[in-house]
């Protein structure tokens, strides 16, 4: 444990480890001190200035976020001095700023609003620069917007594009007045090597960075009589919705969700979690096939590691930055695509509606899945797959605007078909959660027994934790399948760009060899994601976490090779895993992007 | 015209083109570590490049930090507008400056030391790098590891503060650091770092040439030594002075004024307007107990006469600041646009005249929040130049 540091603020006495700020142990004391650039996830910036207090002997304010504390430090947070310097700093970052809160995205989320009705700004003494402001809005992306004048220049969107994505799609440019967040040339966001991962926007204190949002598009569908409306949720909704509609971090609100859905008007209320079964046993099955062709045939052309695909993020990442390991990706859709385009086939025979009177939405924790949408590839079925994709914060506006009071809502389960998923389909929503689905349904059907873990949990490859590795010794196969005994598959998992990066550059070197890896986009995986609800840190992560896997250890079936409906669409419709059919519909290819 | 007053106040140190500076080294590296740093602090060397802090002290501090991989940089990144003082320092005497380096940097431990020269001032590298060659020679001869290379700055003002200096080396960005962590614990590549300007470097040249006694004694207290002034405006004889420190502005005007000076402002746009019914009681020299006013930045004297507007004045300091400003915190960054926007506003009578002292408040909150000297010393030149000259920003 490294030293103690004995300091009093606000006259109270406190001792903290030496490496902790002023703003650190404040809160220990349970003394806010506001911040707007500060965010735990991030390296700290001290740019801001709102989180200045006294320190006894300097005449100077010191940045609470980004001081360290010291021995007999004496600190005062809420002398006039500092109320007053506060006062002028919010001013300040007002005057550059096009307030309209009342037609802002961000209204009644956003920390600047927040803060002004805390310090009671309603005076404007200084002059409003904003009209000589160039201010411009990027609209051009599906999945992200991002309007210039409601920045307040905090860089919290250019760290975490940085340094928990690696992706660098947006940096500071220019200087003093004209200093602004921009990306290469200034291109639109759509144009530049973005990801469309959304991790910028859960990141943003204000309305600057915010989803395109459909909402309008889906209340218009919905309220069109020819429109049959099909919903589908994916796992990490059922644990983040909860906290936009009044409810604590990780509760699990599944059926009340479903019930919601129903009584905004969606004809049909649908599982991602039936396609994310479906994806174990599409990819699943690749792998083995990959195996198969590496191990038996000695087929120089097999690429290993397979790399998961289903974080339409990290797809686009592995376009722009590794565009030489295409290969190993994984062909499958993603399971909201796949979903998409058996809507229009599947389901749509099924239920016995033309397929263009079909409107499929999807609700989704993430950005990125927007833009998978619009990808021209996505038109198997005949027509735009998925027609609109909803955040997580999205659909709790719907659900605000319909007057429906959450928590008073009964419980209601998903409609048939295409509605059941497995304690698989739902963990997909978590960092591991693939590879352990995966290998819950892989390793049965190589041996013809359950994966060997307690109670079919896989935990070297849960947790938040950056890269995970995991080594299952493959004993006991049965006959189609005995090339693969004693083979020691090797597998890593990783959530966030930056821990892909990372793992990616390992297997670069050569320094590490995997048969099989997973990654999603985003830190802790979807139910971190960037269409997920404001605020997040790995607390919440973690609450949201320790939701999906009780989602899973309470559904009756845990293995997506069990779920009736899947065993039944292979019979009625897809005939088998790699089936001509499931490559039309269910598989992809990718392309090759610039780097920059 | 009496003389006398002007060889008082004029030195001959820096510049006077010594060719020893072998043997400086020699008897420098023959002496304690401990010896020289107490020389350095002995003398009351204070940093010449703007914050003024104690150089021996730096160098001390420095030199107590037990990481093996430290560095020494000269910041000559010189932005300041109308100086040029070590353009002609590292032309006319470059050897003095890198004498200074490498006691540094074997005071210190560094191996490695490194010129950050101002872009514009890119033609000076292939004399400065014949100069390099001649004096690593020197140092292999002497058996001190140390080397020095160039590095060309990007041309940002704020590239001059230490910090910004060292992200900018870094390949990033030219925003300065929080701190502390100061360069001296963590610095280039989060290394313990000397960054000094170069006329500080060829200071302790002489310090060492002549003791630190010599030194001490010109000057007062708080405010040791000769330094180097880039003297323009309305003067008929601009140009690059060292003068003794200590001097006040009035004895300045004396010597170098037309005979109809009405404000001198002093250490350039970062620094103080010192009106005339001031100049006898304003010393020049560092913040302390004696001086009435502290002489930040490079050295620049700029002498006004009675037809000019400080208005303009003025407005050409926001101007600069404005524009200068990395931009990334939020006092700085917006108190400028409105300081500037805030005088125009006053003077087209968009603003009533009262409005001068919000804007006089709001230096006062740049000053005590701005996260580096850029922003902080705004209001020097803001508050000086209004309150001494209200009617001007007026009619
Ligand atoms: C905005 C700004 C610009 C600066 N520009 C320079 C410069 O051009 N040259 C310089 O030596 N110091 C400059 N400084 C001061 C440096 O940060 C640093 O204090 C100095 O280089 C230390 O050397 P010294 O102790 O020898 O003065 C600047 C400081 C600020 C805040
Ligand atoms: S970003 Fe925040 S402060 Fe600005 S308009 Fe939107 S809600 Fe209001
Ligand atoms: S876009 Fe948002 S996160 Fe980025 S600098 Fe602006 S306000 Fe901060
Ligand atoms: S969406 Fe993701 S990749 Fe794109 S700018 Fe934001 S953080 Fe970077
Ligand atoms: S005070 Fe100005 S120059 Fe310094 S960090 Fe802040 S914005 Fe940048
Ligand atoms: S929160 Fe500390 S400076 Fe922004």
Redesign the interface.
């Known amino acids: 444990m490294s030293n103690m540091v004995n300091l009093t603020i606000n006259g109270i006495a406190v001792s903290v480890e030496e490496d902790k700020t002023i703003l650190e142990a404040a809160k220990e004391l349970h003394i806010k001190i506001p911040t707007l650039c500060y965010h735990k996830d991030l390296c700290v910036a001290g740019n801001c200035r709102v989180c200045v207090v006294e320190q006894v002997g300097n005449h100077k304010l010191v940045a609470s976020c980004a001081t360290p504390v010291s021995e007999g430090m004496e600190i005062n947070t809420n002398t006039l001095k500092v109320r007053n310097c506060r006062k002028h700093i919010i001013e300040l970052l007002l005057t550059e700023h096009r307030e309209e809160c009342t037609k802002c995205y961000r209204n009644g989320h956003c920390e600047l609003q927040e803060l002004s009705a805390e310090y009671q700004i309603t005076n404007q003494d200084f002059i409003d620069l904003v009209p000589d402001k160039n201010y411009t809005i990027d609209m051009l992306s599906p999945a992200i917007e991002k309007d210039d004048s409601k920045c307040i220049r905090c860089q919290r969107c250019v760290r975490t594009c940085a340094e928990i994505q690696s992706v660098g799609a947006i940096a500071v440019a220019h200087k003093g007045s004209e200093m602004k967040i921009s990306t290469f040339f200034d291109r639109s966001l759509d144009e530049v090597v973005c990801t469309n991962c959304g991790q910028c926007i859960v990141h943003c204190p204000t309305g600057a960075l915010t989803e395109k949002s459909y909402v309008e598009k889906v209340w218009d569908a919905i309220a069109d009589p020819e429109a049959h409306v099909v919903v589908q949720t994916a796992p990490a909704v059922r644990v983040g919705l909860g906290e936009e509609l009044g409810l604590g971090s990780g509760t699990r609100v599944t059926e009340k969700m479903v019930s919601a859905l129903r009584r905004l008007g969606f004809d049909s209320v649908l599982d991602t979690n039936f396609t994310a079964d479906l994806t174990i046993m599409e990819e699943g099955t690749e792998l083995l096939t990959r195996l198969k062709r590496a191990l038996v045939e000695d087929d120089p052309d097999v690429a290993l590691p397979m790399a998961t695909s289903c974080s339409p993020g990290w797809v686009k990442y592995i376009e722009h930055k590794y565009p030489e390991y295409l290969p190993n990706l994984s062909t499958c859709k993603s399971p909201q695509q796949m979903f998409g385009a058996l809507a229009k086939t599947y389901y749509a025979k099924n239920i016995k509606v033309a397929p263009e009177n079909i409107v499929s939405v999807s609700i989704m924790p993430c950005t990125a899945k927007k833009f998978e949408a619009n990808r021209p590839e996505m038109k198997d079925s005949g027509y735009k797959d998925v027609d609109f994709v909803l955040t997580t914060r999205e659909l709790a506006v719907m659900i605000r605007q319909a007057g429906i009071e959450f928590e008073k809502l009964n419980d209601e389960s998903f409609d048939s078909i295409m509605g059941i998923g497995s304690g698989a389909g739902v963990i997909f929503g978590a960092t591991g959660g693939v590879m352990e689905a995966a290998l819950r349904t892989a390793y049965e059907i190589v041996t013809g027994r359950e994966v060997p873990f307690d109670n079919l949990e896989i935990t070297p490859v849960r947790g938040l934790e950056g890269v995970k590795e995991a080594t299952v010794k493959i004993e006991g196969t049965v006959k189609e399948w005995d090339f693969l005994e004693g083979v020691e598959l090797k597998c890593a998992v990783t959530n966030g760009l930056e821990n892909a990066h990372q793992l990616m550059e390992a297997i670069k070197r050569g320094d590490k060899f995997y048969h099989f890896i997973e990654i999603m986009a985003c830190p802790g995986g979807c139910l971190g994601g960037g269409g997920q609800p404001f605020p997040v840190d790995n607390e919440i992560r973690l609450k949201r976490m320790e939701a999906i896997y009780a989602e899973d250890r309470d559904l009756p079936i845990r293995k997506s090779h069990e779920n009736p409906e899947i065993i039944q669409i292979y019979k009625e419709f897809l005939e088998k895993p790699l089936s001509h059919k499931s490559h039309k519909l269910l598989h992809t290819s990718y392309v090759k992007r610039e780097q920059y | 015209m009496t003389t006398t007053k002007k060889q008082l106040h004029r030195i001959d140190l820096i510049f006077k083109n010594e060719d020893d500076c072998k043997e400086i080294l020699r008897n420098a590296l023959s002496r304690s570590d401990q010896e020289i740093v107490n020389e350095m602090v002995n003398s009351g060397l204070k940093g010449r490049g703007g914050a003024g802090f104690p150089t021996g002290l730096k160098w001390k501090l420095t030199a107590e930090s037990k990481e093996k991989e430290k560095y020494v940089i000269c910041n000559a990144d010189e932005g300041e507008p109308g100086t040029f003082k070590d353009r002609e320092i590292l032309t006319r005497v470059p050897h003095k400056v890198l004498s200074g380096m490498a006691i540094c940097a074997k005071i210190i431990g560094a191996q490695k030391g490194y010129i950050y020269l101002r872009g514009e001032y890119k033609f000076l590298v292939p004399d400065l790098k014949k100069e390099l060659r001649k004096f690593h020679d020197i140092l292999d001869e002497l058996g001190l590891d140390f080397r020095v290379d160039i590095f060309l700055g990007s041309g940002?003002y704020?590239c001059g503060e230490e910090s910004a200096l060292i992200e900018s080396m870094e390949g990033k960005?030219g925003?300065p650091r929080?701190k502390?962590p100061f360069p001296s614990v963590k610095g280039f590549k989060g290394k313990p770092t000397v960054v000094n300007n170069v006329e500080t470097l060829a200071h302790s040249y002489t310090i060492l040439k002549f003791g630190a006694k010599k030194f001490r004694d010109l000057g007062v207290k708080d405010s040791r030594g000769s330094k180097v002034f880039s003297v323009s405006g309305d003067t008929p004889i601009p140009g690059i002075y060292e003068l003794e420190l200590g001097m006040t502005v009035q004895d300045f005007v004396d010597d170098f004024s037309d005979g109809d000076c009405k404000a001198v402002q002093v250490g350039g746009a970062s620094g103080f307007l010192v009106p005339r019914k001031r100049f006898g009681k304003t010393t020049i020299g560092y913040q302390g107990k004696l001086t009435g006013i502290s002489l930040p930045t490079g050295g620049s004297m700029m002498i006004f006469n009675s037809s000019r507007s400080m208005y303009n004045v003025l407005n050409n300091y926001l101007d600069f600041?404005?524009?200068?400003?990395?931009?990334?915190?939020?006092?700085c960054?917006?108190?400028?646009?409105?300081l500037l926007?805030?005088i125009k506003?006053v003077k087209r009578g968009e603003?009533p005249t009262s409005y001068l002292n919000?804007l006089l408040?709001?230096t006062e909150?740049m000053?005590?929040?701005?996260?580096c000297g850029l922003g902080?010393s705004v209001a020097n030149s803001f508050s000086s130049i209004v309150e001494n000259f209200r009617e001007e920003m007026i009619y």
């Open positions: 940002a704020i960005r925003e929080n502390p600041f404005e524009e200068e400003s990395c931009g990334q915190c939020t006092p960054r917006v108190g400028c646009q409105q926007k805030g506003a603003k919000q408040k709001l909150t000053k005590l929040t701005a996260k902080q």
